[in-house]
């Protein structure tokens, strides 16, 4: 069974920092394309970065170009988004998806629980 | 950037209805198109990619067509399950983008 398990979401002041991880199981995570989408409260859902299978490509949204960091470590089935210079307008679920296939041009089949970015003084 | 744009924003409908949700792209992104289902609380649910090809395990009631600019997802007799938000997504080109979203609603 896939499993997407997100963790490293919380309450952070604007201007800080996090890093979300997803956990990845039940299928072979280094063979898919792997993608964060974010859903700020009560709106629709927002393509935020994806990465190639190797990592060697990410690509991202220029409303987070250049503040998020996106990667992985396929020896640990895991996906990580380092978010910083966070402002009100990053609050939000971060979802982590998984491709349906091994290239960027995709649909994304399964997808985590979401973890929940609050950024607030 | 491609902008998707999905009509109608609101939709009533009855159980048993059949419905159609429209997705235009600003130009053309083939048939590089998924549309996903949310309920709230929930994540997404992946129903159909590639304009027209059914997820596994998803209802054969749920179909979708178009290619180019024009896509739609049509529901041939709605369930009480199948109320919920509906979103079209476009994988043609980066960046990826969503349409705002279908809530479909009971009547």
């Known amino acids: 069974e896939v499993q997407l398990l997100e963790s490293g979401g919380g309450l952070v002041q604007p201007g800080g920092s996090l890093r979300l991880s997803c956990a990845a199981s039940?299928?072979?995570?280094?063979?898919?394309?792997m993608t964060w989408v974010r859903q700020a409260p009560e709106k629709g859902l927002e393509w935020v970065s994806t990465i190639t299978v190797s990592g060697g490509n990410a690509f991202y949204a220029d409303s987070v170009k250049g503040r998020f960091t996106i990667s992985r470590d396929n020896s640990k089935d895991t996906l990580y988004l380092q978010i910083n210079s966070l402002g009100a307008e990053d609050t939000a679920v971060y979802y982590c998806t998984k491709g349906k296939t091994t290239a960027t041009r995709t649909g994304y089949d399964y997808w985590g629980q979401g973890t929940l970015v609050t950024v607030s003084s | 950037d491609i902008q998707m744009t999905q009509s109608p924003s609101t939709l009533s409908a009855s159980v048993g209805d059949r419905v159609t949700i429209t997705c235009r792209a600003s130009q053309s992104i083939n048939s590089w198109l998924a549309w996903y289902q949310q309920k709230p609380g929930k994540a997404p649910k992946f129903l159909i990619y590639?304009?027209?090809s059914l997820e596994s395990g998803v209802p054969s009631r749920f179909s979708g067509s178009g290619s180019e600019t024009e896509f739609t997802l049509t529901i041939s007799s709605l369930q009480p399950d199948d109320f919920a938000t509906y979103y079209c997504?476009?994988?043609?080109?980066?960046?990826?983008?969503f349409g705002q979203g279908t809530k479909l609603e009971i009547k």
């Open positions: 997504q476009q994988y043609n080109s980066f960046p990826q983008t």
């Open positions: 039940g299928f072979i995570f280094s063979n898919y394309v």
């Open positions: 590639k304009a027209s």
